[in-house]
């Protein structure tokens, strides 16, 4: 049973252009996060989705940021137009479908994307 | 906004010696989970605790939530060179889908 799959592991990018990254959640995982962290710091949570729906996006700058969870396919975070305050390590995780208040369900964590923003 | 806290940011030890991280929520939590990431590495789910005053035990690590659910404790016994790494603590609340993560101790063992 594969872990989730993250793609590409690093991923440079010049002030300006776009950042795909992708996210494939455990087989029979619907949910995903995506969380982004600063060297030396903690996660920062930005979005949760299910297939075709964005849950929460209380975590994701208003501006140059989107995610999406298709019916088919991975999971992507886009960034547009990339800054250099936008390096850092992007993790996905997935989980089976629940509230963080219920009983909650533990999250499986990708690998990462490392993102350089020359 | 809710904030989770912990304590030390940074910690060294000497193998052998135990090891204490503590994580504190600016709000009651509902469910708080624990994770440990190796230097370079993704975050690890390591167990979760639901109820007030609850302990768990995995071998060596001792997990404990607090009786108003607002903070936890993660201590290790004789600490091992394998526990380098950093431990995060995330908690969860009523009504939502997001935890919010700790910022995070970051363990150094001694050979």
């Known amino acids: 049973n594969a872990g989730v799959m993250q793609n590409p592991r690093h991923l440079v990018r010049r002030r300006g252009q776009e950042a795909r990254l992708r996210c494939s959640p455990m087989?029979?995982?619907?949910?995903v996060y995506w969380y982004r962290q600063l060297p030396e710091e903690g996660l920062k949570f930005m979005v949760y989705?299910?297939?075709?729906?964005?849950?929460?996006e209380s975590g994701m700058p208003k501006e140059r940021f989107s995610a999406e969870f298709p019916k088919e396919g991975p999971s992507i975070l886009r960034i547009q137009q990339v800054v250099r305050g936008d390096s850092a390590a992007y993790f996905c995780?997935?989980?089976?479908?629940?509230?963080?208040?219920?009983?909650?369900?533990?999250?499986?964590f990708g690998p990462g994307t490392r993102l350089t923003v020359l | 906004g809710q904030q989770v806290m912990q304590i030390p940011q940074y910690q060294h030890v000497q193998e052998g010696e135990d090891f204490t991280t503590y994580c504190n929520s600016s709000?009651?939590?509902?469910?708080i989970q624990w994770y440990k990431q190796r230097p370079g590495g993704h975050p690890v789910f390591l167990i979760q605790?639901?109820?007030?005053?609850e302990v768990k035990k995995q071998k060596r690590l001792t997990f404990q939530f607090g009786e108003a659910k607002k903070n936890s404790s993660l201590h290790i016994t004789a600490t091992q060179t394998t526990d380098v790494g950093t431990y995060f603590c995330?908690?969860?609340?009523?009504?939502?889908?997001?935890?919010?993560f700790g910022t995070g101790t970051r363990l150094k063992v001694l050979a």
């Open positions: 087989k029979g995982h619907s949910h």
């Open positions: 605790l639901v109820k007030s005053g």
């Open positions: 709000t009651t939590l509902s469910n």
């Open positions: 989705l299910q297939k075709e729906n964005i849950i929460d």
């Open positions: 995780a997935s989980s089976p479908p629940g509230l963080a208040g219920a009983r909650g369900n533990e999250q499986f």
């Open positions: 995330a908690g969860g609340s009523s009504g939502t889908y997001k935890y919010i």
